[in-house]
């Protein structure tokens, strides 16, 4: 484990010293960021600043970081995002002595935590299987599909459908993993800087100082599906820097002014849903704001493109970087009902073709 312990900061001084680092660090660095992965400092300067340690928080105040960092550079984002959920699950955890190792190395970013999980909300037969053993140990087998922050992470939240309609969550150190030829790198066209991998698990052991929790699978996936008809922070993040962009030019002003009132009105609408009703309810009108969200910020990605001319075609570019940003939200935390409503939506803006 490695980087700073963060002091203890209000969410004012915690939303002041992270926008901060987007500012000076994140930002500047966007472009390269995104050409030669992320490096372990951008995640090291966000815990100095306080912003791994917000998922037992207010979860406005997490929204707000997510806006500001993701604003500033997608792929840091997205590593920064993956810590979360390992730090929720193992602040809620019943096992005592996990959670007197992990959860304050965690909430200090002394430990970074990426998650395996979104394998478990796929149909068919299951990806990872987990088999219990002796003395409430287990083994792990399959093929996680998809893992971001690998050389990143120093823990994975790892999860595995166990026998009876359970599933396993288990919280492993990243070394555990890499056994030989196990992992497999992802070519990506956006958010390649991610250190994405597919990992092989071949009777991985797991103890019973490392499980997390064990419930019905039923219900996990209940909850995944309504957290997930949501509408992410980091849509309004990616609207904010292709507005920002835009504003350069004078022949996308307008663009620019209408992106930014059209976002404003589907931020409060999407986290208005978020704070006030309970989930699974509005469940249609929390996916067509979602679609919505993505659509405006396609677009508005798009518009850079144009603004920026045939420069854009290059790689290196910040409307092409802006551009592949926006369309990883098509794809992140994608289910059949939130892919259901971007398809409504696009028939009605497009009409039968």
């Not at 002394?110 to 796929?122: D, M, V």
């Not at 919505?292 to 144009?306: E, G, H, I, Q, S």
Request: proline share 5%.
């Amino acid at each position: 484990m490695t980087g700073p312990t963060a002091p203890s900061l209000d969410d004012t001084e915690v939303l002041t010293a992270t926008t901060r680092v987007a500012d000076e660090l994140l930002r500047p660095r966007a472009d390269g960021t995104a050409r030669e992965g992320v490096p372990r400092g951008h995640l090291d300067a966000l815990a100095a600043a306080g912003a791994l340690g917000l998922a037992t928080r207010a979860p406005a105040l997490l929204r707000q970081a997510t806006e500001i960092i993701s604003a500033a550079d997608g792929a840091t984002w997205f590593v920064y995002a993956q810590h979360h959920q390992p730090v929720r699950a193992v602040a809620a955890s019943d096992n005592q002595a996990l959670r007197e190792r992990w959860l304050t190395p965690l909430l200090t970013g002394r430990a970074l935590s990426g998650h395996a999980i979104s394998h478990l909300a796929r149909p068919g037969p299951p990806a990872v299987t987990a088999t219990p053993g002796a003395g409430g140990d287990w083994a792990l087998n399959g093929r996680i599909a998809w893992l971001t922050g690998w050389g990143l992470a120093d823990v994975v939240l790892a999860g595995a459908i166990a026998p009876d309609d359970r599933v396993l969550f288990a919280l492993l150190p990243a070394e555990d993993l890499d056994a030989p030829r196990a992992v497999h790198r992802h070519t990506l066209w956006s958010m390649h800087a991610t250190h994405a991998v597919a990992i092989d698990l071949n009777d991985v052991p797991v103890g019973r100082d490392q499980v997390v929790s064990v419930s019905r699978h039923a219900d996990w996936l209940r909850a995944y599906l309504n957290h997930n008809a949501n509408t992410h922070p980091a849509v309004f993040g990616s609207l904010r820097a292709t507005s920002r962009f835009l504003a350069q030019y004078e022949t996308f002003q307008a663009w620019s002014d209408s992106a930014k009132l059209r976002a404003g009105r589907l931020r409060s609408r999407a986290y208005g849903l978020i704070d006030t009703r309970p989930a699974g309810e509005a469940v249609g009108e929390r996916l067509a704001t979602r679609a919505a969200a993505v659509d405006l910020a396609l677009r508005t990605a798009a518009a850079c493109v144009a603004a920026a001319g045939a420069r854009s075609m290059s790689s290196g570019t910040t409307a092409a970087r802006l551009m592949a940003e926006a369309s990883f939200h098509l794809v992140h935390s994608q289910t059949p009902q939130a892919k259901d409503a971007y398809a409504r939506l696009a028939g009605a803006l497009g009409g039968s073709c």
